[in-house]
């Protein structure tokens, strides 16, 4: 059995349907009632509710487990409270292998959700657990969260300069990479940069974006200012846009670049293209 938590947001959702399509057993934390429906329906064996703040929730979840694949709460306030529980938790239920679902450049210590992962990878070494570590660049899905946009106004707004290089990594190849350092041996010890294969600018995003729907697309960067009214006027919590604010400093000024090598090792193909995974999603929608 492998332990998910987070198992209902995006990320765990796609490690979930890429283990059950391996034929492996998943059982699912999540936070709400209504969400171990939806994890059921992607084929969990087993579903948990309850609260990752809470070290008897961790600890139910993680006894029996012969793996964990730990997915902290995008944006947490308390990542490294959680990250240090959960290791906890998997230490006392001899887990035989835990996965950290952390991010690129965790070292960067101007973006606090990163630095924190870094916390928290710092205690899995320490843990003398038999660890694995994906350091996965921005989603490609991300840019899904600004779709109605593109298509209504012909434009592909970031709240940071539209020069800036990122290596988008699909979230769909993340979850293959996850369920192959969970089902193949020979991982443990490894930290594993996870980058997307072309290294693009916004601009090259939107072109992109232009050349698959058939239709002007342009990026236009967004002040932090009104990004940050957006967000408020959204309801997000202030810890959240404060850490968002910094991240998309620092994106402003260097990016969030890597190299898509070790994800191609991993997954045994070449990863997924930016150009690709505009198609499918254009295709996907013009079929739902
Ligand atoms: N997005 C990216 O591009 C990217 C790239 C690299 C790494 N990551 C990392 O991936 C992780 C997951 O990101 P995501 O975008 O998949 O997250 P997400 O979609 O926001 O999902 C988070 C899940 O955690 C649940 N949750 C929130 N608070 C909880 C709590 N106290 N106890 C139990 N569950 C709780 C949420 O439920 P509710 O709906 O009830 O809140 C939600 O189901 C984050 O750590 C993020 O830093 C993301």
Partial sequence: MILITGAAGK?????????????????????RDEQARLVESLGAQEALVGDMRDGATLRNAARGARAVYHICPNVSPDEIAIGKAMIAAAREAAVE???????????????????????????????GLAYTILQPASYMQNVLAGWQTILDRGVYAVPYSVESRMSMIDLEDV?????????????????????????????????ILSKQLGRPVRAEHVTIEAWTRQAQAAGMGAY??????????????YG????????????GRAPTRFEDFVKRIVQERAVS
């Fill in 11 to 31: 990320t765990g959702r796609a490690v979930i349907a890429a283990l059950v399509a391996r034929g492996h057993p998943v059982r699912a934390l999540v936070h």
């Fill in 97 to 127: 292998q835990f996965v950290f679902h952390s991010v690129l450049h965790s070292q960067t210590e101007a973006m606090t959700h990163h630095w924190n992962k870094l916390r928290v990878e710092e205690a899995l070494f320490e843990s």
């Fill in 175 to 207: 979850a293959e990479a996850a369920a192959v350092v969970l089902i193949e041996p020979g991982h443990a010890g490894a930290t594993y940069e996870l980058a997307g294969p072309d290294v693009l600018t916004q601009i090259q995003v939107a072109e």
């Fill in 240 to 253: 959240q846009i404060e850490t968002l604010v910094k991240m998309f400093r620092y994106y402003d000024r």
């Fill in 256 to 267: 969030l670049w890597g190299n898509s090598r070790i994800l191609r090792h991993l997954i």
